[in-house]
């Protein structure tokens, strides 16, 4: 059955097109796990915010318009963006996934949407707790004001939390997408009386998705299929007749609990000092760390009487939207899931010592191969003009079947998970620290962790990089991540020199 990828008026107000391969991969996956309780890939967004309360106003007055300034700009966004407030349903009749969006109506107020959609969080909590705490992820992407337990009287502070299903937008989309919520909510805090939009015609503001954004063809040229396949036997290769390097994990649980995040950030001069010395040698922060990944990985290898060879596997996740056409690769669409997974895994074999041998950690000579070797994958990557051609085929080598029970049986856990790395890049090039009264700090998105492997992110804000890893809390434990990320730290910086 061919899809049809547009946005079509199925009746009244509502509008349907089908889903395409990576859409409906984190819809399945989603669908996969449903017996956990959770959702797999589940998108947290988070920034935080402050006001200054000014002068003649309350601390409690100034809390109140930055709601009704953030609610409003909510609902521009809703007009600006409609795919927030669209989801993924089945059609049974045809079989199919289909995304689906319905304007306000009678029954499915403005009013009404707001409230589903724009909830304060009652309980004091930080953010980052709140967001380590099992919080919900609802049918439609929602945005959660969560307020610290102590308060300065001059001053509002709060951290704001996106939580949607990853079928409907990717980490990429979500900072993007705070980037024109606070755009909005800064006009809105100035002019409070200023007009809303009126919807009605804003299905014409749907996002596609990436096939269509891209231009990409229905199907594969017969020479790409050639270079699937190859893709295929490679990937399959890689894992035979090695031992597989993972992260160890407590395997005393079956089912996956809940998803946490920890995260170390350098100072603005270490970090100043690393990004000048991988320049020098040809490397980008991600090639190192990616390296460092591997060589922890590898480090917390058992050791045995004699030294073995181990592969460490893993793979890179890469922002596609330069790849899509005007305006669907701008801020115009950031709701939307415009990124790809690499096709051929990358591997690295690496030596474990047998016990009672020391380990060079910071051994240069070890570490700068391995992050060449990086650098070589993900350019191999970036120069190969057919890789854009052959997403949707990968993605849909990953696409899992629909269950038959619902919910259904929780899948048995990963025995060899991975470590992977995200790099998001510099956050200030996407997010601006001031928009009129508000200042923001902090941002950082994560995906719902249910495996058991650590699923790492690199980022920089504000001149300071920052390591993180999304995990999930039955099978490893905060200080064990931390110190996953100390061990990466300490290689980069050991290894470069850098104090």
């Given at each position: 059955?061919?899809?049809n990828?547009?946005?079509?008026?199925?009746?009244?107000?509502?509008?349907?097109?089908?889903?395409?391969?990576?859409?409906?991969?984190?819809?399945?996956?989603?669908?996969?796990?449903?017996?956990?309780?959770?959702?797999?890939?589940?998108?947290?967004?988070?920034?935080?915010?402050?006001?200054?309360?000014?002068?003649?106003?309350?601390?409690?007055?100034?809390?109140?318009?930055?709601?009704k300034?953030?609610?409003?700009a909510?609902?521009?966004?809703?007009?600006?963006?409609?795919?927030?407030a669209?989801?993924?349903?089945?059609?049974?009749?045809?079989?199919?996934?289909?995304?689906?969006?319905?304007?306000?109506?009678?029954?499915?107020?403005?009013?009404?949407?707001?409230?589903?959609?724009?909830?304060?969080?009652?309980?004091?909590?930080?953010?980052?707790?709140?967001?380590?705490?099992?919080?919900?992820?609802?049918?439609?992407?929602?945005?959660?004001?969560?307020?610290?337990?102590?308060?300065?009287?001059?001053?509002?502070?709060?951290?704001?939390?996106?939580?949607?299903?990853?079928?409907?937008?990717?980490?990429?989309?979500?900072?993007?997408l705070?980037?024109?919520?606070?755009?909005?909510?800064?006009?809105?805090?100035?002019?409070?009386?200023?007009?809303?939009?009126?919807f009605?015609?804003?299905?014409?503001?749907?996002?596609?998705?990436?096939?269509?954004?891209?231009?990409?063809?229905?199907?594969?040229?017969?020479?790409?299929?050639?270079?699937?396949?190859?893709?295929?036997?490679?990937?399959?290769a890689?894992?035979?007749?090695?031992?597989?390097?993972?992260?160890?994990?407590?395997?005393?649980?079956?089912?996956?609990?809940?998803?946490?995040?920890?995260?170390?950030?350098?100072?603005?001069?270490?970090?100043?000092k690393?990004?000048?010395?991988?320049?020098?040698?040809?490397?980008?922060?991600?090639?190192?760390?990616?390296?460092?990944?591997?060589?922890?990985?590898?480090?917390?290898?058992?050791?045995?009487?004699?030294?073995r060879?181990?592969?460490?596997?893993?793979?890179?996740?890469?922002?596609e939207?330069?790849?899509?056409?005007?305006?669907?690769g701008?801020?115009?669409?950031?709701?939307?899931?415009?990124?790809?997974?690499?096709?051929?895994?990358?591997?690295?074999?690496?030596?474990v010592?047998?016990?009672?041998?020391?380990?060079?950690?910071?051994?240069?000579?070890?570490?700068?191969?391995?992050?060449?070797?990086?650098?070589?994958?993900?350019?191999?990557?970036?120069?190969?003009?057919?890789?854009?051609?052959?997403?949707?085929?990968?993605?849909?080598?990953?696409?899992?079947?629909?269950?038959?029970d619902?919910?259904?049986?929780?899948?048995?856990?990963?025995?060899?998970?991975?470590?992977?790395?995200?790099?998001?890049?510099?956050?200030?090039?996407?997010?601006?620290?001031?928009?009129?009264?508000?200042?923001?700090?902090?941002?950082?998105?994560?995906?719902?962790?249910?495996?058991?492997?650590?699923?790492?992110?690199?980022?920089?804000?504000?001149?300071?990089?920052?390591?993180?890893?999304?995990?999930?809390?039955?099978?490893?434990?905060?200080?064990?991540?931390?110190?996953?990320?100390?061990?990466?730290?300490?290689?980069?910086?050991?290894?470069?020199?850098?104090?």
């Open positions: 059955m061919a899809k990828f547009d946005w079509k008026a199925t009746q009244p107000g509502r509008w349907e097109r089908d889903v395409d391969e990576i859409e409906e991969f984190y819809t399945s996956l989603a669908k996969f796990f449903a017996g956990t309780g959770r959702v797999f890939f589940a998108m947290t967004g988070f920034i935080s915010l402050s006001v200054p309360v000014e002068s003649g106003s309350s601390l409690q007055e100034t809390e109140t318009k930055v709601e300034a953030l609610a409003k909510w609902v521009r966004l809703r007009y600006d963006h409609p795919t927030i669209s989801r993924v349903q089945y059609n049974v009749a045809e079989s199919k996934y289909q995304k689906v969006y319905e304007t306000f109506s009678d029954t499915n107020s403005e009013d009404n949407w707001v409230k589903e959609t724009f909830r304060i969080v009652e309980e004091r909590v930080s953010g980052l707790d709140w967001c380590n705490s099992d919080p919900p992820v609802p049918d439609f992407p929602t945005l959660f004001l969560v307020k610290p337990p102590s308060t300065d009287e001059g001053v509002f502070h709060a951290d704001l939390v996106l939580r949607s299903h990853h079928d409907i937008i990717d980490g990429m989309g979500t900072l993007l705070f980037n024109n919520l606070f755009t909005h909510a800064a006009q809105a805090y100035e002019t409070p009386e200023g007009t809303t939009p009126m009605g015609d804003e299905y014409k503001n749907l996002s596609p998705p990436l096939r269509v954004a891209a231009g990409l063809a229905a199907t594969l040229e017969p020479e790409l299929e050639n270079t699937m396949k190859d893709v295929l036997e490679y990937n399959a890689m894992s035979k007749g090695v031992e597989v390097a993972s992260p160890p994990f407590n395997k005393a649980n079956a089912i996956p609990g809940k998803h946490q995040r920890v995260a170390i950030t350098l100072s603005a001069e270490t970090t100043s690393l990004q000048v010395k991988c320049r020098s040698l040809g490397l980008s922060v991600t090639h190192a760390y990616h390296a460092a990944i591997a060589l922890a990985v590898r480090d917390l290898q058992e050791r045995k009487d004699t030294e060879s181990v592969r460490y596997i893993s793979y890179c996740l890469i922002n939207r330069h790849h899509c056409n005007d305006p669907y701008t801020s115009a669409h950031p709701a939307s899931v415009y990124h790809s997974v690499s096709g051929r895994g990358l591997s690295v074999d690496l030596a010592p047998a016990t009672g041998s020391t380990l060079a950690r910071s051994s240069k000579d070890e570490f700068i191969p391995i992050a060449q070797h990086m650098r070589d994958y993900y350019i191999a990557i970036r120069n190969n003009t057919d890789h854009i051609k052959l997403v949707p085929s990968y993605w849909a080598m990953k696409i899992l079947p629909r269950p038959k619902d919910p259904p049986a929780i899948p048995p856990r990963n025995e060899t998970p991975s470590a992977s790395i995200s790099s998001m890049g510099v956050l200030d090039n996407v997010i601006r620290h001031r928009y009129g009264s508000f200042s923001v700090d902090s941002p950082w998105v994560t995906g719902e962790e249910m495996g058991s492997g650590l699923g790492l992110f690199l980022d920089t804000w504000k001149g300071r990089l920052t390591l993180s890893a999304a995990y999930n809390d039955a099978w490893h434990g905060k200080d064990e991540v931390l110190g996953v990320l100390g061990m990466c730290n300490d290689i980069v910086l050991g290894a470069l020199g850098v104090e």
